[in-house]
Structure formats: C-alpha cells, structure tokens
C-alpha cells in the first residue's frame, strides 16, 4: 500500500505545477481522508458492519439503530437471500422480497419478508481510517488499484490552485469515468433498486 506521501508524489507527477515548492501538507492529507471515505460510502465491500435485526412483529418494521451515518449497502434474509431495498415513492419498483426505507427503519410493503418471522441481516459501509501525517499509510483495505483516484484528486487539487482549469475539467472528467467502472461493481454488490437513484 502506499503512503500519503507516494499519493501526493504521484498525484504531482500528473500535474504541470507552476511552482511544485508551493505545497499544503494539511489541505492534501485533508482531501486524501475526505475522497477516502467518498470511495468507502460508494464501495461498501471495503469494509462492512453487519447487523443482524430479529423479526420485529407482525406490521412492525426492523429499526436499526447504529452507529451508521449512511443506509445499508445491502440487506439479506438469514437464508442469504438479497432484499431489494426500494423508494417508499415507488414501493413496486422490484419484486419480492422488498423494503423501503425511512430514516432508520426498514418496511416491507408486502408479505416478503415477513415481519412477524423473518429477521435480517443489514451491511452498513465503515469509514476509512483517515491519514493524519503524509508518512501516513493509505487504509489497507483499499484495493491498490484504486489508488488512482486518489492521484486524480490530488492532481486536480494542484491545476486547481494553480488556475489550469483545462487541465482542472479533463482531471475531473477522467475521476467521473474511473468512479464510473467501480460504481458498475458497486451496484452487482448492492443487488435490486439502488436507492441513490430512488432517494427516499
């Protein structure tokens, strides 16, 4: 895994710097751990909490209640099965078995699955561990493959500050068509209706 350091070093490399000695430590250690955890919230394989809700009772919903800032990336019957997880606008929007979501509580606009017997599994996205100094490890469970996002961001930040705003824009547009490729994986992993695009 690289550091923070290789990842600003490479990320330099990318940009045409007007003057490579006018650097800000704190602002790219800042811009790592915050694109970091954009990568983790997207990617929730990375590292998941599982929590498993017992069958509330008949009508009632499952009510996590977790440390998680975010929904679930993905819910499973006990047997493994996936649970679509759909907009409480649009609750047809997938077959059976099915949820929608408010807040933290999840409902079944049907008979599957079954509050009064079935209980659930949620997996909620962790967050990174968050670089602190350059010398700094980047988290372990980041796939080094994906440490080209980081070096994007990084490049970006410098043409950014920089004023190359061409360079700014096509930076952009190449982190938007890399995002992409690993959304496609993220969406398999996710299973049913993506509630990014039916948000509740």
């Known amino acids: 895994m690289a550091t923070v350091q290789e990842i600003i070093d ?24 915050s694109v970091l955890q954009e990568i983790f919230i997207r990617a929730p394989w ?7 809700v017992s069958a509330p009772g008949a009508s009632q919903p499952w009510n996590i209640y977790s440390s998680a800032s975010h929904p679930a990336a993905r819910v499973e019957k006990a047997d493994g099965t996936r649970v679509n997880v759909v ?22 606009p049907g008979t ?13 996205p962790d967050v990174p561990t968050f670089p602190t100094a350059t010398s700094d490890t980047i988290d ?5 493959a994906w440490e080209r996002l980081l070096e994007i961001k990084v490049a970006k930040w410098y043409a950014a500050r920089d004023g190359r705003l061409e360079e700014a824009q096509m930076l952009e547009g190449e982190w938007i068509a890399l995002l992409g490729v690993y959304d496609l994986v993220a969406e398999d992993f996710r299973g049913g209706a993506d509630e990014k695009d039916h948000p509740v």
Request: proline fraction near 7%; glycine fraction near 4%.
């Open 140 to 144: 372990t469970d980041l796939p080094q």
């Open 87 to 108: 907009a409480v606008q649009e609750p047809d929007a997938a077959f059976d078995p099915r949820l929608y979501r408010v807040g933290n509580s999840y409902y079944a």
């Open 46 to 52: 990375l590292r998941m909490t599982k929590v498993v």
């Open 10 to 33: 490479n990320g330099r490399k990318r940009s045409a710097l007007n003057d490579a000695n006018l650097t800000d430590d704190t602002a790219l250690i800042e811009l790592i751990g």
């Open 112 to 124: 599957d699955p079954d509050p009064a017997s079935d209980a659930l599994i949620f997996f909620h």
